[in-house]
């Protein structure tokens, strides 16, 4: 059974910073692509970012140069660290491998 456990999410103002984890109970080394997530109330889930084994990112247009993807596969870890954050970033917040696997989402609010 694969688990994804994220944290780090938490309240913050507009403008502060956050990073989130999500550690998985399996080797990530094999994994050749990982997700974040993120679903907002009211609205459908949408993709923030990914990233591959050989480290290429992508990232969706509204957290281009805010947010940075990045992958420990000796620790088993994907961070996701949101810097500039505004009240639109505010949701729950999902990694998910392989087609297959989602945490259970950690929530991030941004408000003053």
């Known amino acids: 059974q694969v688990q994804l456990v994220e944290s780090g999410g938490g309240l913050v103002q507009p403008g502060g910073s956050l990073r989130l984890s999500c550690a998985a109970s399996?080797?990530?080394?094999?994994?050749?692509?990982m997700y974040w997530f993120r679903q907002a109330p009211g609205k459908e889930r949408e993709l923030v970012a990914f990233i591959t084994t050989g480290g290429g990112t992508n990232y969706a247009d509204s957290v281009k140069g805010r947010f940075t993807i990045s992958r420990d596969n000796v620790k088993n870890t994907l961070y996701l660290q949101m810097n500039s954050l505004k009240p639109e970033d505010t949701a729950v917040y999902y990694c998910?491998?392989?087609?297959?696997?989602w945490g259970q989402g950690t929530q991030v609010t941004v408000s003053s």
């Open positions: 399996i080797s990530i080394s094999r994994i050749n692509t």
């Open positions: 998910h491998i392989a087609g297959a696997y």
